[in-house]
C-alpha cells in the first residue's frame, strides 16, 4: 500500500507536554486560568469600552456563571438590554463541566446539534443553531474563523452564542444564529496556571497558561500551551491526539493606546470514529429507509474502519493584530488584522454507504471518503465605538469597516479499490473492503492503496462590509436597539477533474438589518420585541461544505440568488437576588426564504421557505452564595414549508415530496441543567443532566437518532490556596447514544462513561 500524507511532526505532542510536565513538576504551572479579571464594579449599565486588553463577558465575581456583557462592541448593550436571545458560556462553566472542544462546551446551550461531516461537508465543528447549519458562522474575537475546524479551547476564555439570524452582525449565514469564541488575552498582574488530567480510556492532558508583565507594568505577555491525548470510552480503536500553543503580547496596559499581537497554533493527529451504518426495516436488495436509527450488529463498541488505512491530520494557525485607541473619554477607534490558515487531511471509513449489505448480509462496505483542504483567510476590520448624546437622548452606538479576502482549496485521494464489491463475505472479506456488522476487525489488512489526486476545487471570495448599530435611550425606560449592514459578496469556484475545466462566479449585494424595542418595567428587568434579517449568498462556505444555495454546474436555470431569513421574537430578561441570576425568556418564529430548490430535473428556482417556530428559557448565575445554576430549555417547532421536489446527486427529480416534514437536526424539545454546590468553602460537588429530542437526519425524515438523556457529575476540592483537585464523571450511566447524525449513511456515536481526574494549580 502507497499513500502520501500531509508531514505533520509526530513527536511534537510529546515533547510539548513533556515540557508541560516539567514546568508542572517544578512548580511553577497551575490548572486553566479562571475567568477575566476583574474589570469594573456593578453598579450603573454604562457603555462598554473594549479594548484589546481587556477581558469582557465576565462580571466582578470570576467564579460565578453569570455574565453581564457580551465581548463584541457590536453589541451596545448589556445582556439584560439586549433584544435577541444570547448565551454566554463563561470560564467556570467550561471548567467546572471539564470541556475540552466547542462540541462539550456547547452541550450546555439546549438548540444546538451537531450533524456529522464526510468527505463534501469536512469533518470537524458542524453545529446546528435553531435548525440551520451553522458551520460556516464560528467568530474569534468578532472576526469570522473560516475553515472545517475540530476547535479547541485551551485558549478560549468564553463562548457566546447569539441565537436567530445574525448578518447585521457578521455579515453572510447565520440564519439560526453564530458563535463567538473569545480567547484568553494578556492581563495586568503576574499569575501562573495549568494542570494536568489524567482520566479513564488513556486520557492524558496537560495545560499551562502564564503571564508576565513588564515595561514598568506598562505591557504584558501570555502564554497558553496545551497537550491532549486519548483513547474514546465505548469505541474499539478511536484515538485522538493533538497539541497547542497560543502566545499573546500587549502593549500600552492602562493607555489610551494598547496594541496586541496573538498567534494560535494546533495540531491533531487522530483515528477517526467510521460513525454507526443506519440500518434499514427491509432486507430487500433495493430496500428504502423508514424511519431508520443506527444499528450497530449488537455491539455498541464496533468501529468499522480500519487502522492501517484510516487518519485524520489537522493543523491551524492564526496571527492576529489590534490596534486600539481612545480618541477621547467617549470614543474609541480599534483595528483587527488577522491572516488565517486552517487544514485538514485525512481518509476515513464511511460505513457502507448505503448500499444495503448492512440490512441483506449483517456486512459493511468500507467505503472509503477523503478530503484534502487548506482555507486561507485574511481580514481587516475597523471599528468606531462608544456614546454621546443629541436631543437629550443617549446613544451607544459602534460602526465599522470590514475587508476580508478567503480561499479554499479542496482536492483528496484517488483509493483503490473503492466501489461497492456486495459484501457477502463478513470477516475481512474483499482485502479488507467488507467486514461484519456485528463483529468487525480494525486490525483487518487491506491490500488496497491510496494514492494522493491533485484534481479538485478552487474557490476563492471577496466580501466588504460596512455597518453600524446603535442603543438609544429613548428615556429610562425605553430603549431602541438598531443595526444595519451592507455586504458585497464575489466568489468563484474554478474545478479541474478527469472531464475538464469548470469555472462558476456570482457577485452578490444585501442589506442586512436588525431592530429591538425594550421596555424596563425596573432597572433589573427588560421586556422587548425584535426583528432580525441574515442573508445566505451562493458560495457563502467558500469550498469548505455542502450548501442548499451553493454552486450548481449543469442545471438549465439558477437564480442564484441570496438566501433570506427573518426572525420574530418576543422576550424577557430579568437580573435577580440582588443582579446575581440572570433568567430569560422568548418566543420567537424564524422563516427562511427565497431559497433554491429544485423545481424540475436540473431546474432550480429561488422559492422555497422552511419555518421554525420555537420558546427558549435559560438561568444563570447565583441562587445563594453557595449555589450556582446555568441552565435552558428550547422547544423548536420545525416545518419545511416548501422544500422543492425531491432529487439525487444528478438533480434529476423522483416522486414523493418533503414537505411539512421536519427540518433535520432539530429537536422539538432540548434541555440542559448543570449545577454546582459550595459544601465548605473547599469542598464542591455539581452535576449536570441533557437530554435532546429525537433527530432525523434528513428531510424525508427516514432514518434519524433517538432521543437520550445524559448525567454528568463532579467534585472539587481545594488542597491550599495553590493547588484544587477537580474530579468530573460524564455520562454517568454510561448511555450509548449518538450526537451526531449524517443525512443518509450513518451516525456519530457519543463517548461513553469517562472519568478525569485534574490537578490545578494557581500561583
Request: hydrophobic share 30%.
Amino acid at each position: 500500500m502507497s499513500r502520501t500524507i500531509l508531514k505533520i511532526p509526530v513527536s511534537s505532542p510529546r515533547m510539548l507536554a513533556s515540557a508541560i510536565g516539567v514546568a508542572l513538576s517544578a512548580g511553577s504551572a497551575a490548572h486553566l486560568a479562571q475567568a477575566a479579571e476583574n474589570t469594573e464594579p456593578k453598579g450603573e449599565r454604562n457603555p462598554i469600552s473594549l479594548g484589546a486588553t481587556n477581558i469582557t463577558g465576565q462580571d466582578q465575581d470570576n467564579t460565578s456563571y453569570q455574565v453581564e456583557k457580551a465581548s463584541s462592541q457590536k453589541y451596545t448593550a448589556p445582556l439584560v438590554d439586549t433584544p435577541r436571545s444570547v448565551t454566554v458560556v463563561p470560564q467556570q462553566v467550561l471548567k467546572d463541566t471539564a470541556a475540552t472542544s466547542l462540541q462539550d462546551a456547547l452541550r450546555t446551550v439546549p438548540g444546538i446539534t451537531f450533524g456529522a461531516g464526510e468527505g463534501g461537508n469536512p469533518q470537524g465543528d458542524r453545529p446546528f443553531i435553531r435548525g440551520f447549519d451553522a458551520q460556516g458562522d464560528t467568530y474569534l474575537d468578532g472576526v469570522r474563523d473560516t475553515g472545517g475546524q475540530s476547535r479547541e479551547i485551551f485558549d478560549i476564555e468564553s463562548i457566546e452564542v447569539s441565537k436567530g439570524p445574525n448578518s447585521s452582525f457578521g455579515g453572510r449565514g447565520s440564519a439560526g444564529g453564530s458563535l463567538n469564541l473569545v480567547s484568553k488575552t494578556p492581563q495586568a498582574r503576574d499569575f501562573t496556571n495549568g494542570g494536568f488530567t489524567y482520566g479513564s480510556d488513556q486520557t492524558r492532558r496537560y495545560v499551562l497558561d502564564v503571564n508576565r508583565q513588564f515595561l514598568d507594568d506598562s505591557a504584558a505577555f501570555r502564554l497558553n500551551l496545551m497537550s491532549h491525548e486519548q483513547n474514546v470510552a465505548g469505541r474499539d480503536a478511536v484515538n485522538y491526539d493533538r497539541w497547542g500553543v497560543a502566545p499573546s503580547l500587549t502593549f500600552g496596559l492602562g493607555t489610551p493606546t494598547r496594541v496586541n499581537l496573538s498567534y494560535y497554533h494546533m495540531e491533531s493527529d487522530d483515528l477517526p470514529d467510521s460513525g454507526i451504518p443506519y440500518g434499514y426495516g427491509s432486507t430487500a436488495s433495493n430496500a428504502a429507509h423508514v424511519h431508520d436509527k443506527p444499528t450497530d450488529g449488537g455491539d455498541s463498541s464496533n468501529f468499522y474502519g480500519l487502522k492501517s488505512r484510516d487518519f485524520r491530520k489537522t493543523r491551524a494557525d492564526i496571527s492576529t493584530v489590534s490596534i486600539e485607541h481612545d480618541l477621547n473619554d467617549n470614543m474609541t477607534l480599534k483595528n483587527t488584522l488577522r491572516h488565517g490558515s486552517t487544514g485538514q487531511d485525512y481518509v476515513l471509513t464511511q460505513p457502507d454507504d448505503s448500499q444495503h449489505n448492512v440490512n441483506q448480509f449483517g456486512t459493511v462496505w468500507r467505503r472509503a471518503n477523503s478530503r484534502v483542504s487548506t482555507t486561507t483567510t485574511t481580514t481587516n476590520q475597523t471599528d468606531l465605538f462608544g456614546n454621546f448624546q443629541l436631543a437629550g437622548m443617549k446613544h451607544s452606538y459602534s460602526t465599522g469597516l470590514e475587508f476580508t479576502g478567503e480561499e479554499t482549496r479542496v482536492s483528496g485521494y484517488t483509493v483503490s479499490p473503492n466501489s461497492n464489491p456486495v459484501c457477502n463475505v463478513s470477516k475481512g472479506g474483499m482485502g479488507g473492503n467488507c467486514t461484519s456488522l456485528s463483529n468487525p476487525n480494525p486490525d483487518d489488512a487491506w491490500n488496497g492503496n491510496v494514492a494522493r489526486n491533485y484534481n479538485g476545487t478552487n474557490t476563492k471570495a471577496t466580501s466588504r462590509a460596512a455597518y453600524v448599530f446603535d442603543t438609544i435611550e429613548l428615556d429610562p425606560k425605553w430603549l431602541l436597539n438598531v443595526g444595519l449592514r451592507y455586504d458585497t459578496f464575489d466568489t468563484q469556484a474554478n474545478t479541474n477533474a478527469a472531464t475538464g475545466r469548470t469555472k462558476l462566479k456570482d457577485d452578490s449585494q444585501f442589506f442586512n438589518w436588525q431592530a429591538g424595542l425594550v421596555w424596563k418595567p425596573t432597572e433589573n428587568g427588560s421586556i422587548y420585541t425584535s426583528y432580525a434579517t441574515s442573508a445566505s449568498p451562493v458560495g457563502g462556505l467558500v469550498g469548505e461544505g455542502q450548501e442548499p444555495n451553493g454552486f450548481v454546474t449543469g442545471i438549465n436555470t439558477s437564480d442564484l440568488e441570496p438566501e433570506e431569513t427573518v426572525n420574530y421574537e418576543l422576550g424577557t430578561k430579568w437580573d435577580l437576588f440582588h443582579d446575581r441570576l440572570s433568567l430569560t425568556a422568548a418566543v420567537f418564529r424564524t422563516e427562511k426564504k427565497n431559497t433554491r430548490i429544485l423545481v424540475s430535473s436540473n431546474t432550480f428556482e429561488n422559492g422555497g421557505e422552511s419555518r421554525v417556530d420555537g420558546l427558549e428559557l435559560s438561568a444563570s448565575g447565583k441562587i445563594t452564595d453557595q449555589w450556582q445554576v446555568f441552565a435552558g430549555y428550547s422547544y423548536l417547532k420545525s416545518e419545511l414549508v416548501d422544500p422543492g421536489r425531491i432529487g439525487n446527486r444528478q438533480n434529476v427529480v423522483s416522486a414523493g415530496s418533503n414537505k411539512g416534514n421536519q427540518m433535520p437536526n432539530t429537536p422539538k424539545n432540548s434541555f440542559s441543567l448543570w449545577t454546582t454546590y459550595d459544601i465548605t468553602p473547599k469542598l464542591t460537588v455539581g452535576g449536570g443532566a441533557f437530554y435532546v429530542d429525537e433527530v432525523y437526519g434528513d428531510a424525508g425524515n427516514t432514518v434519524y437518532v433517538p432521543s437520550y438523556t445524559r448525567y454528568d457529575a463532579m467534585a472539587s476540592y481545594k488542597l491550599t490556596k495553590n493547588v484544587d483537585l477537580q474530579l468530573n464523571v460524564q455520562n454517568l450511566t454510561d448511555k450509548t447514544y449518538y450526537d451526531k447524525a449524517y443525512s443518509a449513511h450513518f451516525a456519530n456515536q457519543a463517548a461513553g462513561r469517562t472519568a478525569l481526574l485534574t490537578t490545578s494549580f494557581h500561583f
